[in-house]
């Protein structure tokens, strides 16, 4: 069989197949789509976040007759750059002058793919959805190999809301044990959307696999990694650990007799986060140098790799709520590329958890605690708020608790208490700016 006519048969395969079932998602990448503006859409993120089934989602919005799905892991599909152009070819043939959208899905295992998008793009007939394994090509790079002909989309594990959506659950419905107890469960075990919906002891066999795939496809192979032990001594430090720098990874890695240098940890912790797999949050000051050399903040993909690694987890559940928040601040802020994120803290170690900041205003002040009353709340993180509202001049002080609500006034500055489940599901991966600006205020 030709090359022209396997991929007849894969188009004419994909018009008469059976969508799977896919629940529908905050994140929406049609709402990105402009006739009158040619740029590709690549959708990025983590292994097993659910990419793929997005743009099933994308399917049943757009309707089958406007899109057109190509899986680049099909088989029988060869990987070499003459595939594309006879897949051009072919399109024409079937679609003829028709806007259809092209929903391409692992399109970076073929060589010069990003050349044929925008040739694509060029020809004015066709938007383009495409998906990728950080195995290949980060959020980073791809603006940088389509010359900047996109708009990324990052996805990530499940929000609150899409995890109750997932268990089929109403919140509105809930009692206020029940909604604690699912809380519970999504802040343990995460918002990966296949352990989400699979049993306990499923869900432990799921997570080793996906952090072994992890290693070896994004990591080993893809930045020729020789010295692996080192790299797992590294993650596995970075698991347990609240805060870090390159210097004190650096002497926890030499007192358990690993000899490396700085500029190759430096190196890991780039792959690590250019994966996705982790997140380095920096301190806010107007000292450059100062945030570049103080201790960032180590925040993980998903909590469940914290629940199943790290042997710290049973001392802090507390780490995993604020894991939480910054996972949920994080997908607001690919929304809005005017959001950053950074935590605060003084020469007096006081602290605030996350210091949320649009352009050059201070939006808001976060403190993370798992405290169920007033009293439990301890004085040092109130002290952080307002010591930090003041420094930073910012009036929106809020302290996300597990199931305590109030708004007090302490030294003259309004604070607000919220549960977590009640501020992750006001919060709204799109729409970020307002969804930072309200958070609270309609309570």
């Not at 989602?57 to 057109?68: A, I, M, S």
């Not at 710290?312 to 996972?327: A, D, I, W, Y």
């Not at 302290?399 to 489940?421: H, S």
């Amino acid at each position: 069989m030709t090359l022209e006519m396997t991929l007849m048969d894969i188009i004419r395969e994909w018009e008469g197949r059976k969508l799977p079932t896919a629940i529908e998602r905050e994140k929406d990448p049609t709402n990105l789509i402009d006739w009158r503006i040619f740029k590709a859409i690549p959708i990025v993120g983590f292994r097993r976040t659910g990419k793929t089934f997005l743009l099933f989602n994308t399917v049943k919005k757009l309707g089958k007759e406007n899109t057109l799905y190509i899986d680049f892991e099909d088989e029988r599909i060869p990987r070499k750059t003459e595939t594309l152009t006879k897949l051009s070819d072919t399109i024409k043939e079937v679609y003829g002058r028709k806007k259809i959208v092209l929903l391409l899905d692992e399109i970076q295992n073929i060589p010069n793919w990003s050349r044929w998008v925008r040739r694509m793009l060029d020809s004015f007939n066709y938007q383009i959805i495409l998906t990728g394994s950080s195995s290949r090509l980060s959020s980073k790079e791809i603006p940088t190999e389509l010359r900047g002909r996109c708009i990324c989309q990052e996805l990530y594990p499940l929000s609150l809301s899409e995890f109750l959506r997932f268990k089929n659950e109403r919140l509105e419905e809930l009692t206020d044990s029940l909604k604690l107890n699912l809380l519970r469960e999504y802040v343990t075990f995460g918002g990966l959307p296949e352990i989400v919906l699979s049993e306990e002891e499923r869900k432990y066999l799921l997570i080793d696999e996906y952090f072994r795939t992890f290693l070896v496809r994004d990591i080993f192979e893809r930045y020729g990694i020789r010295n692996k032990e080192l790299l797992r001594e590294l993650i596995r430090i970075l698991l347990n650990s609240t805060y870090t720098t390159i210097s004190k990874m650096f002497n926890s890695l030499k007192s358990i007799g690993h000899k490396v240098g700085k500029e190759t940890i430096a190196n890991y912790f780039y792959y690590l986060e250019n994966s996705m797999f982790v997140n380095f949050v920096e301190v806010i000051s107007p000292k450059i140098k100062y945030s570049l050399k103080a201790e960032r903040k180590v925040m993980l993909v998903d909590n469940f790799f914290i629940r199943r690694f790290s042997t710290k987890f049973s001392e802090n559940f507390g780490r995993l709520m604020e894991n939480c928040v910054f996972t949920q601040l994080k997908n607001m802020a690919s929304e809005n590329p005017l959001i950053e994120i950074f935590y605060w803290k003084d020469y007096q170690q006081n602290e605030v958890d996350f210091v949320v900041k649009e352009g050059l205003d201070m939006k808001k002040l976060i403190q993370v605690t798992y405290s169920s009353g007033r009293d439990e709340i301890e004085r040092r993180e109130i002290k952080g708020l307002i010591k930090a509202g003041e420094e930073l001049k910012c009036k929106d002080l809020l302290v996300i608790t597990w199931d305590y609500e109030d708004e007090q006034t302490v030294d003259e500055r309004k604070i607000r208490f919220i549960p977590l489940w009640k501020w992750l599901t006001v919060q709204k991966a799109v729409g970020a700016a307002r969804a930072i600006h309200k958070t609270g205020d309609d309570q």
